[in-house]
């Protein structure tokens, strides 16, 4: 019965969101920074109406690239709560009901990874987003796992910063259940189904989201990026509690 009734007001909700973006259209094209903040708006609604928490720890970036861990589709409402930014996502995303729309119309960037071609582009579009006043984010664990572990970072996608001595702000999720159940129920990973495991996280009883940022770095090779950020990021997941924003 919760499930049914979050998955009503979370329909209600993503219809609402996407007709104030087609007023705002009417008023005019949308700047790249101004689809970010409309991403930013849509998701804080959509925590609020469905009753999820979410803290913040550490100053969001204004710009430069962000990378995070990976646990679930969960991650793109929260981390556009916390800070108005540009997605990286898998090309799949595209093709989804609805959330194809509003991921396009919110500015992400798509990637086929099992091209190199397509990492090249997405690269380029990296670079060129860096002097906007917006971040872009990607999981450069390349999937989502289920928290028990890191997975190993791709570099290819931190060379742009690199050449453009961009920041680098490493940055951190993590959900905590209610009644005391593991993170990884939560997680989605693996061959899991979205659709059945969107029905299971909107049954849970409740849960919370911690986000945590860490400094932003300027470093000299994208090797070096990617091991210093794998290793800071760990380091914010294991943190104490987080202060509610």
Same mark, same amino acid.
């Given at each position: 019965?919760? *499930?049914?009734?979050?998955?009503?007001?979370?329909?209600? =909700?993503?219809?609402?969101?996407?007709?104030?973006?087609?007023?705002?259209?009417?008023?005019?094209?949308?700047?790249?920074?101004?689809?970010?903040?409309?991403? @930013?708006?849509?998701?804080?609604?959509?925590?609020?109406?469905?009753?999820?928490?979410?803290?913040?720890?550490?100053?969001?970036?204004?710009?430069?690239?962000?990378?995070?861990?990976?646990?679930?589709?969960?991650?793109?409402?929260?981390?556009?709560?916390?800070?108005?930014?540009?997605?990286?996502?898998?090309?799949?995303?595209?093709?989804?009901? /609805?959330?194809?729309?509003?991921?396009?119309?919110?500015?992400?960037?798509?990637?086929?990874?099992?091209?190199? *071609?397509?990492?090249?582009?997405?690269?380029?579009?990296?670079?060129?987003?860096?002097?906007?006043?917006?971040?872009?984010?990607?999981?450069?664990?390349?999937?989502?796992?289920?928290?028990?572990?890191?997975?190993? /970072?791709? =570099?290819?996608?931190?060379?742009?910063?690199?050449?453009?001595?961009?920041?680098?702000?490493?940055?951190?999720?993590?959900?905590?259940? @209610?009644?005391?159940?593991?993170?990884?129920?939560?997680?989605?990973?693996?061959?899991?189904?979205?659709?059945?495991?969107?029905?299971? *996280?909107?049954?849970?009883?409740? /849960?919370?989201?911690?986000?945590?940022?860490?400094?932003?770095?300027?470093?000299?090779?994208?090797? *070096?990026?990617?091991? @210093? =950020?794998?290793?800071?990021?760990?380091?914010?997941? =294991?943190?104490?509690?987080?202060?509610?924003?």
């Amino acid at each position: 019965m919760r *499930a049914c009734r979050r998955a009503v007001t979370l329909a209600f =909700t993503l219809m609402m969101c996407m007709v104030r973006l087609a007023f705002a259209r009417l008023r005019g094209p949308l700047t790249l920074v101004g689809r970010a903040y409309w991403v @930013q708006s849509s998701s804080r609604s959509i925590l609020a109406r469905l009753g999820i928490e979410y803290t913040v720890e550490g100053v969001p970036p204004s710009s430069g690239l962000v990378v995070a861990n990976h646990l679930s589709y969960l991650d793109i409402l929260i981390f556009s709560a916390a800070v108005p930014c540009f997605f990286v996502a898998k090309a799949e995303i595209a093709n989804w009901p /609805f959330f194809g729309i509003a991921t396009r119309s919110g500015g992400t960037i798509y990637i086929d990874r099992s091209s190199r *071609a397509s990492a090249n582009k997405v690269a380029a579009v990296i670079a060129e987003r860096l002097d906007l006043p917006v971040p872009i984010l990607f999981f450069p664990e390349g999937t989502s796992s289920d928290g028990s572990s890191l997975l190993r /970072f791709h =570099t290819r996608l931190f060379e742009p910063a690199v050449r453009a001595k961009a920041p680098v702000t490493a940055a951190a999720v993590r959900y905590i259940l @209610q009644d005391g159940t593991p993170e990884r129920e939560l997680c989605w990973f693996g061959d899991a189904p979205f659709l059945p495991h969107l029905w299971k *996280a909107l049954g849970v009883a409740g /849960f919370s989201a911690a986000v945590r940022f860490g400094e932003p770095q300027i470093y000299p090779d994208r090797r *070096a990026a990617a091991e @210093q =950020t794998h290793a800071e990021i760990l380091e914010l997941r =294991t943190g104490n509690a987080l202060v509610l924003l």
